[in-house]
């Protein structure tokens, strides 16, 4: 197998991010809670830079996250594992892109008492990115765009062109801080920006929001819509500000991440309602719409069932997979103690292509899958008991089709 570089660099990132986590979440009295800082494309980590000291100044313990950019699924994975690794409560909080990415990975995280979207996205189920800026007038990142860079998995890496990115991402700066930004700019795949969302994180944990008024990544009409759509706390439009508020009003950015921290908290309930499958329209979605658990009084046998993959995503080469589970529920829980659980639970175990290694999944969400090379592949599905053993197995095979 060869070394992936990014894998590598991935695992320095993650390590690095657990270990002030969990050094952060250490029993030193502090009461108040974590504040988690995930940066958009097109920027890095030091984009808080003007936040962390307003912040730090007043007790709070910060953990500014570097998001990998290579895949909604794969960044908001890494960052649920972050704040896996805290135990106390957290403020999240998402600049641009990262907003989508904290709309996922907080999503069933109990101790995540607050979401603060910076500029940022918070898709519903389905969406993504590029589809909710695409759905109001105003924006022009597509124009500023350099081309793309191809990646060896078939993917592309996208980056603001250096004439364009003063003008398009942080026009309220100076041009000497612009070039700043330029320079440090980390690129983020066009999957990642076009990758569907799964079930947001704010229809259960309140939200608040800030974005600029001249806006151009992201459309300020977009940014209203989705706050109003997720009842959020509090709006604030900063007037003649651009794409990156947290830098030109990191006072404004500061104040509302702190209004948010000190808000009244309540833990939500254990139950849940489940989402609905994704499905890109009406007529894709089809019949498929049967309740992802059948609640039982005793335990038969469980089933796994499998529908293809969505044919529109499957066109733009991602892999969007639904599926259901009768006389059991997906949960992440393992252990012999579990097994005796009614109505049964447990999880998945994932292999593409016939590759030694799997992965597992207990999100119970439909699987998304990128990156992967035009032509045939295979995926097997396996069910497993909370100690690893196959209930139930699935393989479905598809195409992905060449793209110009």
């Not at 805290?86 to 008492?113: E, F, M, Q």
């Not at 700019?185 to 990642?192: F, K, Y």
């Not at 151009?216 to 706050?227: C, D, L, T, V, Y």
């Amino acid at each position: 197998m060869k070394l992936n570089l990014f894998g590598v660099a991935i695992m320095i990132l993650f390590s690095s991010a657990v270990s002030h986590a969990q050094h952060s979440s250490a029993g030193d009295g502090n009461t108040k809670p974590d504040i988690v800082l995930v940066h958009g494309a097109f920027a890095e980590s030091s984009s808080w830079d003007g936040v962390i000291p307003k912040l730090v100044a007043q007790g709070y313990r910060v953990i500014a996250v570097a998001n990998p950019l290579r895949g909604l699924r794969t960044d908001s994975d890494y960052v649920g594992t972050v704040l896996d690794n805290i135990k106390g409560p957290i403020v999240l909080v998402g600049h641009s892109y990262g907003g989508s990415v904290i709309t996922d990975a907080a999503y069933g995280c109990r101790n995540v008492k607050a979401l603060v979207y910076i500029d940022g996205t918070a898709p519903d189920t389905g969406e993504s990115a590029a589809t909710l800026s695409a759905q109001f007038p105003g924006g022009t990142l597509g124009p500023a765009l350099a081309p793309p860079v191809p990646l060896p998995d078939g993917n592309k890496d996208l980056y603001i062109q250096h004439n364009k990115y003063h003008s398009q991402f942080a026009a309220d700066v100076t041009e000497d801080e612009a070039e700043l930004m330029f320079a440090t700019q980390r690129p983020v795949t066009e999957a990642a920006l076009n990758e569907p969302s799964g079930p947001p994180a704010w229809k259960t944990i309140p939200s608040w929001f800030i974005y600029g008024e001249l806006d151009k990544n992201i459309p300020p009409a977009a940014h209203a819509f989705m706050a109003k759509r997720a009842g959020a706390r509090e709006t604030i439009e900063v007037k003649g500000a651009s794409h990156v508020v947290m830098v030109s009003h990191p006072d404004e950015v500061a104040q509302l991440i702190e209004r948010a921290a000190q808000a009244p908290w309540k833990e939500p309930p254990m139950t849940e309602s489940l989402p609905p499958p994704v499905a890109s329209s009406q007529q894709e979605a089809g019949d498929f719409n049967p309740a992802p658990v059948v609640g039982l009084a005793s335990q038969p046998p469980a089933h796994l069932i499998v529908d293809s993959p969505l044919p529109a995503q499957l066109a733009t080469g991602y892999v969007v997979v639904r599926y259901r589970v009768e006389n059991l529920r997906i949960m992440p829980v393992y252990g012999p103690a579990a097994s005796g659980v009614l109505p049964r639970i447990g999880h998945l175990h994932v292999t593409v292509d016939d590759l030694p290694w799997h992965w597992l999944d207990a999100s119970g969400e439909p699987l998304s899958i990128n990156g992967l090379p035009p032509g045939r592949h295979k995926l097997l599905m396996e069910l497993e008991s909370p100690t690893h053993k196959v209930l139930d197995s699935k393989t479905i095979n598809f195409e992905i089709p060449q793209r110009t």
